[in-house]
């Protein structure tokens, strides 16, 4: 009887795969969508665990304010304008159908009012591209092209903190802390150099698979390791990117 796959356990669910929420902040959301512009100014930058950016906590008034990933060149007192008719600058949240084209953007909106979901990580950010009477295009780092109504939001400029990975980690404890902050498993043992009852690619004297690595989408969590549904795989079949 061997022992379930971690895709068969984290799958499965409990807290052992789940990310601590002793550190966590609030959520990095844009405020409700408003037809008048919102003045505030960043009270402060903190630091929330499992998050590559800092936070900035813009404010309203007293007590009424939102957080939202810092952009790089804010700094703390500075003015943001939220709204339809915000200006076009840096730090400031406003629809991206305003926006001029070749601006760079963040914690992009796919829908009106959502929130924010694209280009929120750490160094992220988008470019508009162009503008048609209902959606605007813009163009993620990975090339990849989204179009999203003219009334979502975002903010201008990048996601600050993009020099992070440029850092390595020194210590296997520090990678350890940073991937339970998250609540991803480390280390990660290679599936080869398991006993066959504990992994599909285990067993035998050599430390090979044995067999095609390339699984279906539709496989069972049993069987759903190496590259799942993979186009191409080997070094001839990989594709050149423009």
């Not at 930058?45 to 952009?71: D, I, N, T, W």
């Not at 600058?89 to 959502?114: F, H, K, W, Y």
């Amino acid at each position: 009887m061997g022992k379930r796959l971690k895709v068969q356990r984290r799958g499965r669910g409990g807290s052992v795969f789940r990310a601590a929420k002793l550190t966590k902040i609030a959520p990095a959301k844009y405020p409700g969508i408003s037809k008048e512009d919102l003045n505030g100014t960043i009270k402060e930058m903190v630091h929330e665990g499992g998050r590559g950016a800092p936070l900035a906590y813009v404010e309203f008034q007293q007590g009424k304010g939102f957080y939202s990933a810092a952009v790089e060149g804010t700094y703390v007192n500075q003015e943001i304008s939220v709204g339809p008719s915000a200006p076009a600058r840096l730090g400031n949240v406003l629809q991206v159908g305003s926006v001029p084209e070749g601006t760079m953007v963040c914690n992009i909106e796919l829908r009106a009012g959502d929130g924010g979901k694209v280009a929120r990580a750490s160094g992220s950010f988008g470019t508009v591209i162009a503008h048609t009477d209902t959606r605007t295009s813009i163009r993620l780092p990975s090339r990849r092209m989204i179009h999203v109504p003219n009334e979502a939001r975002a903010t201008i400029g990048i996601i600050s903190g993009g020099g992070r990975k440029e850092k390595p980690f020194m210590k296997a404890g520090a990678k350890l802390d940073a991937k339970r902050a998250k609540g991803h498993k480390y280390p990660i043992a290679h599936g080869v150099k398991m006993p066959a009852a504990m992994h599909p690619h285990g067993g035998g004297r050599h430390r090979r698979p044995g067999k095609s690595t390339t699984v279906s989408r539709h496989a069972p969590p049993g069987a759903k390791v190496g590259l799942i549904a993979a186009r191409t795989s080997g070094r001839g079949g990989k594709r050149q990117r423009a």
